[in-house]
T-cell receptor, first 114, second 113 residues
Framework: SQQGEEDPQALSIQEGENATMNCSYKTSINNLQWYRQNSGRGLVHLILIRSNEREKHSGRLRVTLDTSKKSSSLLITASRAADTASYFCATVPLTQGGSEKLVFGKGTKLTVNP | DGGITQSPKYLFRKEGQNVTLSCEQNLNHDAMYWYRQDPGQGLRLIYYSQIVNDFQKGDIAEGYSVSREKKESFPLTVTSAQKNPTAFYLC????????????FGQGTRLTVV
């Protein structure tokens, strides 16, 4: 079963605007990661936030994590046409067996119009 | 160059045939994963392996089989038992440990004709 659910499913903005995507998940996690996928290609890792962290920055990316609400958000500031892609959150669920499987959501398709 | 390579990029299969997708990595990663992606959908985990000669079923393992005889290689066989195999298949690898990022191949698009 998919652990994460991204919201919205699709987002269209103008270049220069900020883009915010949200992710909700179901079970306790070790960490949450965000990935990007260009159409028809593999995924690329963007950022990882641990369960004891609340906010993390990397360049134009800002990720927040609220473990009490089981949710995360990804903010891309000053978006560019090259940011057009699908964005996925992925979680590593906490399990007794210590499984390290990475579980993905359905993604948000972002379109940045020039 | 270090990386993870999937081949072929496009694959066509006749109904009733088994087909094997290749995934090779030279990143010295212990963990490897196979995901299936359908149009407009997220990634669903088929199988994963955290060490050579060991692998676990993911959420949609029925109709698929894998082997992990070498650290570098994690081939996926789509068997005739898989009722709807047309999809985009992604292989990934990473270091052991929960706080590791996954590195993805470029995917294989399988079509049943």
């Amino acid at each position: 079963s998919q652990q994460g659910e991204e919201d919205p499913q699709a987002l269209s903005i103008q270049e220069g605007e900020n883009a915010t995507m949200n992710c909700s998940y179901k079970t306790s996690i070790n960490n949450l990661q965000w990935y990007r996928q260009n159409s028809g290609r593999g995924l690329v890792h963007l950022i990882l936030i641990r369960s004891n962290e609340r906010e993390k920055h990397s360049g134009r990316l800002r990720v927040t994590l609220d473990t009490s609400k089981k949710s995360s958000s990804l903010l891309i500031t000053a978006s560019r046409a090259a940011d057009t892609a699908s964005y996925f959150c992925a979680t590593v669920p906490l399990t007794q067996g210590g499984s390290e499987k990475l579980v993905f959501g359905k993604g948000t398709k972002l379109t940045v119009n020039p | 160059d270090g990386g993870i390579t999937q081949s072929p990029k496009y694959l066509f299969r006749k109904e009733g045939q088994n087909v094997t997708l290749s995934c090779e990595q030279n990143l010295n990663h212990d963990a490897m994963y196979w995901y299936r992606q359908d149009p407009g959908q997220g990634l669903r985990l088929i199988y994963y392996s955290q060490i050579v000669n060991d692998f676990q079923k993911g959420d949609i393992a029925e109709g698929y089989s894998v082997s992990r005889e070498k650290k570098e290689s994690f081939p996926l066989t789509v068997t005739s038992a898989q009722k709807n195999p047309t999809a985009f298949y992604l292989c990934a690898s990473g270091h052991r440990g929960a706080e590791t990022e996954a590195f993805f191949g470029q995917g294989t698009r399988l079509t049943v004709v």
